[in-house]
């Protein structure tokens, strides 16, 4: 099945669009546009056309559709030349519904025109006269007239931005930055409470992401997430033995992440109440602003002091929080421009927004260096952020140039990649997805993370401008998807169009992890009986890195597919066709 907006080949299951989120069977009509028979959707490339522009330029024209604001079929200087009027129908083709000659109403002469204007002008004349004499002179007051305020004239001609954004009622007043009266902590890092007077909106939104949370929550989705391995008990066997495949719970909100990276069972050993001896510093990187102020003091000769060092521990205390993605920099500056990608090793997004950078520089792919455990990603542009790039960066990043293992199963003795947490590449890796190559109407700029997970600016009671910093979906935001998603067109039921991308990324995910977790067993039992020749075992382990890795990939992005439903199937694409090759070994 084709889409009937961008001509994009999508399964004929599906409800909506891979590509640009159009609902399937139902073709978008535009002037000129002449559907397939079939109802099926366009073939590609025959009416294939820009996603953002439904100009349908591109189509066939119909000649019973010419706009009459454009084209005057009954033009009278056209008839007196003898010839077809431009834009009529030609003949043996008139609709049934068309004028005929004897219907087409004949011009009004000139000369009446005339006559009718000069009465026109006469009783105006005597209207005007009564009223000056009857109505203006009867009293002390005169007719009062309104004169056309220069502040109106203005705001209809806002040829000066300042002056039209200053007239705008929907505009509040800007926080005004200051200097916090509570001084920088011992690691030069101004925490958040530090801020809390100067920017009391912004503080008390970010405070609210405390209720994004897995810790006695009601939300039946934080309640049925939180153990990762009950949900998919396939990574017991695929991941091992990384501790991912016994410690991997859904992750709390941003003021939890120091909390949470203490806890979790692949740093903390319960049973003797102390951090693993394999756990470094690095692992604090993205979860505390502190640590991300001390990398940017010290570099990477922090990266690698154990994770549980008691002098490391007592200097980071704060979680992410402002700094993270602003520095210092709301001192003197509370616009967009204060924002700061603060992690020293995300350098690969420069092209993207900014707001997104700061978002991306945690929200990427990423590995521990083998040379010196810093976090470093696997590529060094936008362009090269796709799983393919990737898993070609992946087989010279190792020791001396050789293939980079996360970790070797102990079975099948495959060197397999653990793949992060890439929102950031999903949404604008390779060629991007269709929502960063889509414009806010209400910015003018380019869709990036903040618009949708943020939302609009807001006036608080106080009059003061401000952006939420509570950190959800769009989803839950009936206002963002009233004021700019359904403006924007991308999205005519937003909430389905999600629904059906995740679902189809988690039944594909769950289907497709089941034969990675038999291709796994199989492949262990055949190591352990020798039953494959080495040629043989070694085209398996490398179907097996493959399908692992681009599995992963889509299994481990936090949107389940939305961010990007093309990239999220084509990735578990390459995942089935690479452990059903594998497979048929067995």
């Known amino acids: 099945m084709y889409c009937p907006n961008c001509g994009s080949k999508n399964p004929d299951s599906a409800n909506f669009c891979r590509s640009c989120g159009t609902a399937m069977g139902q073709p978008i009509m535009t002037q000129g546009v002449i559907p397939p028979a079939n109802n099926q959707g366009f073939p590609p490339g025959q009416y294939a056309q820009n996603p953002n522009q439904n100009t349908g330029a591109n189509y066939p024209q119909d000649p019973y559709q010419q706009n009459p604001y454009q084209q005057d079929v009954y033009r009278q200087d056209t008839y007196s030349q003898g010839a077809t009027p431009q834009g009529a129908y030609p003949q043996g083709t008139t609709p049934q519904n068309a004028p005929t000659q004897s219907q087409v109403k004949k011009p009004v002469p000139v000369r009446m025109i005339i006559i009718i204007a000069a009465a026109a002008v006469v009783v105006l004349a005597f209207v005007i006269f009564i009223l000056v004499r009857f109505v203006g002179c009867s009293g002390s007051e005169a007719v009062y007239v309104p004169a056309v305020s220069q502040e109106v004239t203005d705001a209809t001609q806002p040829n000066d931005p300042q002056d039209s954004e200053a007239s705008s009622p929907d505009l509040g007043t800007p926080s005004e930055p200051k ?48 153990d990762m391995v009950k949900l998919y008990p396939q990574i017991k066997t695929i991941w091992n033995p990384s501790p991912f495949n016994t410690y991997y719970n859904e992750p709390n909100g941003h003021p939890y992440a120091l909390e949470d990276v203490r806890a979790t069972g692949r740093i903390f050993d319960a049973a003797t109440q102390t951090y693993k001896p394999t756990a470094f510093a690095n692992c604090y990187t993205c979860k505390s602003a502190d640590y991300t102020a001390l990398l940017a003091k010290d570099g990477n000769a922090v990266v690698s002091i154990p994770f549980g060092d008691a002098a490391l521990n007592k200097k980071i205390n704060e979680p992410i929080s402002c700094y993270n993605c602003h520095a210092n920099n709301l001192e003197t500056d509370a616009t967009s421009t204060s924002l700061e990608v603060t992690q020293p090793f995300f350098t690969a997004g420069k092209t993207v927004d900014i707001a997104s950078q700061t978002c991306g520089q ?56 653990k793949a992060q947490h890439p929102e950031f590449e999903f949404v604008f890796g390779g060629s991007g997805s269709s929502m960063a190559k889509r414009t806010n109407p209400n910015t003018g700029e380019l869709f990036g993370c903040a618009d949708c997970h943020m939302g609009e600016k807001q006036i608080a009671d106080d009059g003061i401008e401000y952006t939420s910093h509570l950190l959800i979906s769009p989803l839950d935001n009936p206002d963002l998807l009233e004021s700019t998603c359904e403006i924007a067109g991308c999205h005519t039921d937003l909430q389905a169009q999600v629904e059906a991308w995740q679902k189809e990324s988690e039944d594909r995910v769950m289907e497709i992890g ?18 494959l020749d080495s040629k043989q075992l070694s085209e398996v382990r490398t179907l ?43």
């Open 179 to 226: 200097t916090p009266t509570i001084a920088k902590n011992e690691n030069g890092v101004w925490t958040a409470d530090a801020w809390k007077d100067i920017y009391p909106h912004q503080y008390e939104t970010f405070s609210d992401n405390e209720l994004n949370s897995t810790k006695g929550s009601t939300d039946p989705y934080f309640a049925s997430r939180e």
């Open 362 to 417: 945690c929200h990427n792919e990423y590995y521990f260096s083998v040379a010196d455990k810093s976090v470093t990603n696997p590529y060094s542009s936008t362009k090269d952020m796709t799983p393919q790039d990737m898993y070609e960066y992946y087989k010279t990043a190792g020791k001396d140039g050789d293939r980079f293992n996360d970790y070797i199963n102990p079975l099948t003795k495959v060197g397999q990649l």
């Open 514 to 531: 089941n034969k990675i977790e038999d291709l796994t067993k199989k492949l262990a039992d055949a190591v352990a009986a020798d039953s």
């Open 544 to 586: 097996n890195r493959q399908a692992v890795w681009y599995w992963d990939f889509v299994m481990v992005e936090n949107s389940e597919g939305a961010h990007n439903p093309t990239l999220s199937n084509d990735t578990l694409d390459l995942a089935e066709e690479a452990v059903d090759k594998a497979l048929g070994y067995f």
